[in-house]
Structure formats: C-alpha cells, structure tokens
C-alpha cells in the first residue's frame, strides 16, 4: 500500500471563498495529491499526499503560481503573531486612507440639496485636488486588491480582489477622464467626479477586514486558553544541579522538581513525595486528587501542597494537553460537509457577477437613462462591491472554528469539523457498561458477618486477601484498609482459579470463594436467601468460612458513576435512543440498566459482536453512536457514525474514536449533541443570511437604489456580523 502523509500550510493572499476553492482545485490536480482542503477563516491548507510521487516544494510552487504563498505550518504562537502583525498593517493603511478620503466625503456630501448648509472648502471642489487625495487610496493603499486580482486573472479566474478593482478602478478612471475634461474646458463648470466613490469604497473594504481579522482572531480563543495552562519553564535536576530550563528543553527521563503551588511541567511519574493535585484543567473536577509515589501526573495540572520530584515520560507534542490542542487545531481547520454548498456557489459566483455588472450598465445606459454614462457606472459599481461572496466564504468555517473551541473547553473533542456535523443527526447511542455506564473498578459494597464483629471479620478476611491479584480481591482489601483496620500478617496463602483462595492468618483457617467452594468442602451456607438477593443486584458475592464453619458474606460490585442516571435523562430528553451493550450477563447487565433508567439491554456481547449490533442499528436506518472505553469497544467505535471515547479509557479506543470526552462524564455526551446541533443551526443561520444578502443586494444594486459606498460598506457589513453570529458559539452555557 502506497504510503500518505499529511502536512498543513500557512496560506497568505485569500480574500475570499473562491480563492480557497481555486487552491483546493489546483493543489488536487497535482500527481501525488489525494486530498486537499483549504480554511479561508484559519488561512491554512490540509494536503494529504504520497512523498514519492510529489515534493513539498512543488505544492508550495504551485501555491504561488495560483498567485498565493504557502509556507510550511508554523506553531500557533507564530501564527497568532503574524496575524497580529496584519492587523497592526491594515490598521495603518486604514487610518491613512480614512485621512485622504474624509475630505472627499465631505465634498460630495456637499453636493446634496438637503445638506446645502454645509460649507464645502473651494479646494474640496477642485477636480485636482481630489485626484491627489484618492490616487494614493487607489493606487498605495488598493495595491493589495490590484495585486490579488492580477494574480487571479493571470490563473483565468475571478476573486473578490477582481470585483474591487473593475468597481473602484471604473469610478477612479472615470473621475480622471472628467478632471481632464473640465481642465480643458472653457466654463469650468463643475466636473461629475467619483473620486469619493473609490476613495470610500477601498477604506470600508479594509474596514471590514480588520474587524472581520479581529473577530476571526477571537474564534481561536479556545487554543489561546489551553496554550497558556502550559508551564513555560521547568525546574530539572541534572548533573547533582537543579537548572531552570524553558519547557522546550525537558527531556524524556528528566527528573523534575516541583514545588507547591506550581504547575505539573510535563506529563511524568512521581518518583518521591506526596501531595495534592488540581486536574480540573483535565477532568472538570474541582476537587484536588491526592498523588503517591508511582502515580502518574499529567502536564499542566497544579500541584497543591507538597515538594514533588517527577520524572518526565512525555514531553514536547506527545503531553496530553499537547495532543489536546492538536486536535482541537484539526478540528478547527477541517471542513464539514455543509461547507461543499458554500465552494460550489463561490466557485461560480464572481464570473456571473462581473456580467450581471456588464448587463446592468448596457441596460441603464442604452435604455433606462441613454446617454447617462455616470448613473450607468455607478449601478455597475454597486452591484460589483455588493456582490462579493466573503461572507459566504467565512459562514461554515467560523462557526466550526468557534463551536469545536466552545466544546474543549468543555472536555470534548471532535477530531473534524464533520464529526461536529454528523453528531447532531443521531439518533441512537450504545453504551458499554464497564467503565462508561459504571467506574470500571469494582468496591466493597456489603459485608454481612454472621459470628464474628465487623472488625474482626474484616481484618481476618482482608489479611486472607492481601495474597491474591485478582481485581475482586483487591477492591476487598482496599475497602477494608479505607475503613482504618490495620491488616495481620498472612501465614499460608493459596489461589484455587475459579473457586477463590484458602489462606490462613492469625491461626485461623480462612475460606473466600464460591458456593462450589464451600461445598466441596462441606462447609453449610447459613444465609442463601440474602446472597441471592445480593446477586440479583448484580453485585459479586463471595462467602467466607473460618476454621471450616460458615462466617459471613462479603459482596463487591463495580459501582455507577454519579453522573450516569443524569446524562441517560438528557439523552432521553434529546430524543435519542438509549441501549446498553456488554459482554456481562443479563442478570449483571439489568442491575445497572434499572438503576441509570435504560430500558434496552444487549447482554454477553463479545467484542466483535458489538460492531455487528452497530451495523444492525444502521441498517435499520439510525445514525448510531457508540460509546466506549476499552480495546475491546475499538472495533465498534470505529463502525459506528459516531465513535465517542471516554478519554480515561484507553489510546486504542480514543485513536478508533471521532469524539473523545477528556472527563471521562457520560453527560459529555449528551453536550456534544448540543453543541452540534447549536453550531449547525448557527452555520445554518450564516449560509442563509449570506446568500440572502447577495440574492437581494444585487437586484437592488441593479435598479439603482443603492450608492456604491453603501454598498461597500454594506459588503464589510455582512461579513463581519457571519464572523460575529460565530462568536455567539462561544457564550454556549450546558
């Protein structure tokens, strides 16, 4: 199989939605390229390719004879500050041509009869001085549209950059034709000029731009927030010294110091001390959970109280918070489906635009108004600048760039942008049981001594089961040491494999196991009925015989989350059709359904029997979710419309997955349904108030209702309140 790799590119010069769409066609042309999609929201490029067939050089080549530059993806930080950098440069360019353009408002608007109390300065009126001022608009500050439609019109293509200078351009050039004229006339009556029109046009336009720059900045607002829970620095112990290093320089196997107080570097293990740690950056529990020796800590989380030393086991791109933030970056710079609408109309809007131009003036000056040159321009003109589809371009990626934000900072993680799509159109989730419905760790739950005091019969019980592995064995012996009973030491201890353990402690002969157990070694079971009860709970009930006679029940289960019963209500109140699938038993299975309120249970389900009953439920016609945690959920997560994987679960089951929900809370679910569906209305709500904003600005245009600085900043207009109805996603409260 050929190999593919992936690599994303920084795309300078787009300007609009049929700049991304000719980048996306011209890289996809290329032998070696199999998939490409450009974000004109992020400014970057996703290109899958085979390295053997095709150099990075030659796609980034091709960028620039496209009339665009890609350079290699840089870090975010570098990105935020180049952006920056464009701001401060449109900035500038605004405020010079808001200069040179405000005297030239002031003179038209003293054209009008109803502003005749308006004192207009002779020189205002002087076609001359009018030429310097709007040249410098046109020519200096316009240079980038003049230069962006070039470029397009070399490649046999139309952008916004080419409606903004025949529009302006038109105006301008006419204005000098009638400078010239009333130079050369006898009168010297007032010349028809337009000067103002282009002048006013070109500021609205870069206007807009930077609001629409500034608001599109504030949609990576989510990476920002995750970026800066990143210790910048690390205290390393290296060579007998202890060196403040910057956290780039932290290396695997680095022992690190950690004081109170201070944030967890890199993701590592802790080799000495004890304290206290802050992961709601991680889990959303506020909280502090208490660290050993030998327990694992995650970068970015905060150390409460006590000296820790850690030593680093992932560093750089492989933390988790780093892994966080990469498929937070993914997802905002993928495309969803609904995005293809928008490239189609783009793809074909400004050629049919520069003829419905072409078409409103041959019809103004050859029939409504003969002869009337200007008024004719002027119609054209409004209909190019309104016409421009930039915010048509930015409806579907904003809205993806602030709803998957939106939802990390909620712990959620869509790996695209068309698994925020797909997740509103579900209709059925499957859950696992063991550690997604339940802690996926059995408790102590009951212990029912029938001779001895709870005390004794504990610690005599606990010290049998310090010998065993078994996860049942342990969950008894963690219980009884949480309870303060200090355990005795164990004088013989053996396993009996599917039957329990026969240990002695104390002197004392002791019996944990099965009824098959006690009856092989005819020890009488006193209190059937209350085991029975206890295992139709789904609870694991073991008997305890000492010196040969009958002592006690001790039973453990493997306990519900205290969020489950509230996110199955959710989904339940969303519409969704809630199944349990497990490999337990019915009896097992039923026990835990009753008590988080499902009503269908799939039971003793085998792992590769659980992407069958997926593929059952689609082909009934549902959208299916399937949720997991565990290698043996992977197939299943990876069938389903929608894998969500509960990030406590292991990598196998998050890399399988197209959510993953860091907290490990099932009412995660439940919220990625909103907030799918909340950022599909809202993409919805963009797409259409886009295209109703072309529809209805170019007839209006047409007929000669609207100035072309209107319509200017009528364009700038539209495009930022997309980019602002965004940015709503980010006030999402669940």
């Not at 791109?317 to 969803?336: F, H, N, W, Y």
């Not at 359904?593 to 549902?622: F, H, R, S, W």
């Not at 209702?705 to 495009?719: D, E, I, K, R, T």
Request: net charge negative.
């Amino acid at each position: 199989m050929e190999e593919t790799k992936q690599i994303n590119f920084d795309i300078s010069g787009m300007t609009c939605a049929a700049c991304a769409t000719r980048i996306e066609k011209g890289l996809n042309k290329l032998e070696g390229v199999s998939l490409v999609t450009v974000n004109l929201a992020l400014e970057t490029a996703h290109v899958e390719y085979a390295p053997k067939d095709i150099t990075l050089q030659a796609m980034m080549d091709k960028v620039s004879h496209l009339g665009y530059q890609a350079n290699m993806r840089e870090e975010h930080k570098a990105t935020m500050d180049q952006r920056e950098r464009e701001m401060k440069s449109q900035r500038l360019k605004f405020i010079v041509a808001a200069i040179l353009s405000l005297p030239l408002l002031w003179a038209m608007v003293g054209h009008f009869t109803f502003t005749s109390f308006i004192t207009v300065p002779e020189l205002l009126m002087n076609p001359w001085f009018q030429l310097a001022l709007a040249s410098p608009v046109q020519f200096v500050i316009g240079k980038q549209f003049y230069i962006g439609a070039y470029k397009a019109v070399r490649n046999l293509s139309a952008n916004m950059d080419v409606l903004i200078v025949l529009g302006t351009s038109a105006a301008y050039l006419y204005s000098l034709y009638g400078t010239f004229k009333w130079e050369f006339s006898i009168s010297h009556h007032p010349a028809q000029l337009y000067y103002e029109t282009s002048a006013i046009l070109i500021t609205l336009i870069i206007l807009g731009k930077l609001f629409e720059t500034k608001a599109r900045g504030r949609t990576s607002e989510a990476i920002k927030s995750l970026m800066s829970l990143q210790a910048k620095t690390a205290l390393v112990s290296r060579e007998g010294q202890e060196v403040n290093l910057p956290i780039e320089q932290v290396q695997v196997g680095d022992i690190i110091i950690v004081k109170p107080g201070e944030k967890i570097p890199v993701d590592g293990r802790i080799i000495d001390g004890f304290s206290s740690l802050d992961e709601s950056m991680l889990t959303g529990e506020s909280i502090p959970v208490e660290k050993v020796i030998g327990d694992s800590v995650v970068g970015a989380t905060l150390n409460k109280n006590g000296r820790l030393r850690i030593q680093a086991t992932q560093v750089g791109e492989a933390t988790v918070l780093a892994q966080i933030i990469k498929v937070v970056e993914d997802a905002q710079g993928s495309k969803a489906p609904i995005q293809r609408i928008a490239d189609k109309i783009s793809a074909v809007f400004v050629p049919i635009v520069i003829a419905i131009a072409a078409l409103t003036f041959i019809v103004w000056y050859f029939w409504i108004s003969p002869d009337e040159f200007a008024q004719a321009l002027e119609n054209a003109i409004a209909v190019l600048v309104i016409a421009c589809p930039c915010a048509l371009g930015l409806a579907t990626p904003t809205s993806i760039m602030a709803g998957s934000g939106r939802a990390a900072e909620y712990g959620i993680l869509f790996k695209g942008g068309e698994h925020l799509e797909a997740t509103h159109q579900l209709k059925v989730i499957l859950l696992d049981k063991t550690g997604t419905i339940t802690n996926g760790h059995p408790k102590l739950t009951n212990v029912l001594p029938s001779r001895l005091d709870r005390v004794e019969f504990l610690q005599l019980v606990g010290s049998a089961e310090m010998g065993s592995e078994h996860p049942l064995a342990q969950a008894i012996v963690q219980g009884i040491k949480a309870e303060g009973i200090e355990l005795l030491e164990l004088e013989f201890f053996e396993a009996l494999p599917g039957f329990g353990i026969h240990a002695k402690v104390a002197a004392n002969d002791i019996w944990v196991g099965t009824r098959e157990l006690m009856s092989n070694h005819g020890i009488q079971i006193a209190n059937e009925q209350e085991m029975r009860l206890l295992e139709n709970t789904g609870k694991t009930a073991m008997i305890v015989a000492i010196n040969d006679e009958f002592a006690g029940i001790i039973a453990v289960a493997d306990t519900v989350k205290d969020s489950s019963r509230e996110a199955i209500n959710r989904l339940i109140h969303l519409g969704i059709k809630v199944v349990m699938i497990t490999g337990d038993n019915i009896r097992s299975a039923k026990a835990i359904a009753d008590q988080v309120g499902i009503q269908i249970i799939l039971a003793g389900i085998l792992p590769e029997g659980k992407a069958l009953e997926v593929k059952k439920m689609q082909e009934t016609g549902y959208k299916v979710g399937m949720v997991g945690d565990g290698i043996n959920d992977a197939p299943a997560l990876a069938i389903a419309d929608i894998g969500i994987a509960i990030g406590t679960g292991t990598d196998v089951a998050m890399a399988a997955a197209d959510i993953t929900l860091i907290r490990g809370d099932l009412r995660s679910i439940a919220d990625a349904i909103t907030i799918s569906r909340i950022t599909m209305k809202n993409i919805k709500q963009n797409l259409f108030w886009a295209l109703a904003f072309n529809t209805l600005g170019i007839p209006i245009a047409a007929l000669g209702l609207l100035a072309p600085w209107v319509a200017g900043a009528a364009m700038a207009l539209s495009s930022v309140s997309v980019v602002l109805n965004s940015l709503r996603l980010q006030k999402i409260k669940l």
